[in-house]
């Protein structure tokens, strides 16, 4: 029972040290809030796209282990002149690899440790998870209409009555109440 205690407080303290990241990194929300043009810029995996080589660069034996995203768009993208996106590695060489990409898509690293099995509810984070446009569509009809962004997104952090012990994400937007997702983007409901 004290390991698991330990456990939840150092999960706790990862999205503390994120939000904090996320807030000095982005500010909150930008104020006009520019969206960014159709497409896929400012989406998850857009950002991962930037943030994969510069954690495989730091350890090529690090596995995706949570997500983070701060002030994200109702389309599921970070808005052009702010918002972050944060993607947590965990390697057995380097141990925690945090990689946080900025609506510019430039990049802050930092790195701790954490002992093994490292970060993240479900390890290693499932190579499927859906990208958060696909996300946020799935909350399209079920979100609070009132909400307007997401102050935080996380994927794979904290473990939900509704999906004990899988790697889901979770979304707090600034109205209502948070909206849970699988990993593969299939809505799971609300929390």
């Keep these: 029972m004290r390991a698991r205690t330990f456990t939840v407080i150092r999960q ?7 939000l904090v990241v996320a807030g000095l990194a982005t500010g909150c929300p930008p104020n006009p809030n ?4 159709p497409g896929t810029d400012g989406g998850a995996k857009w ?14 034996d690090a ?22 996106w944060s993607f947590v ?11 946080t990409v900025n609506a510019n898509g430039t990049t802050s690293t930092s790195q701790r440790t954490d002992a093994a099995p490292g970060p993240g509810i ?12 696909q996300v946020f569509a799935a909350t399209n009809g079920k979100r609070d209409p009132g909400a307007s962004i997401a102050n935080l997104v996380v994927l794979n952090i904290a473990s ?10 979770g979304i707090n937007f600034n109205a209502g109440q948070n909206q849970l997702i699988a990993a593969d983007g299939t809505y799971i409901g609300n929390e």
């Excluded at 706790?12 to 040290?17: A, E, F, K, P, S």
């Excluded at 939900?160 to 994400?169: F, H, L, Q, R």
């Design 34 to 37: 520019i969206p960014r043009p």
């Design 160 to 169: 939900y009555s509704k999906a004990p012990g899988k790697a889901t994400w």
């Design 47 to 60: 950002a991962f796209g930037i943030a994969q080589p510069v954690i495989h660069g730091l350890a090529a």
């Design 89 to 99: 590695a965990w390697s057995p060489t380097k141990s925690t690899i945090q990689v």
């Design 12 to 18: 706790l303290g990862i999205v503390v040290v994120a």
């Design 122 to 133: 479900q390890v290693p984070l499932p190579s499927n998870w859906a990208d958060s446009i």
């Design 63 to 84: 596995e995706l282990r949570t997500i983070i995203g701060a002030v994200v768009n109702l389309d599921g993208r970070i808005p052009s002149n702010g918002g972050s």
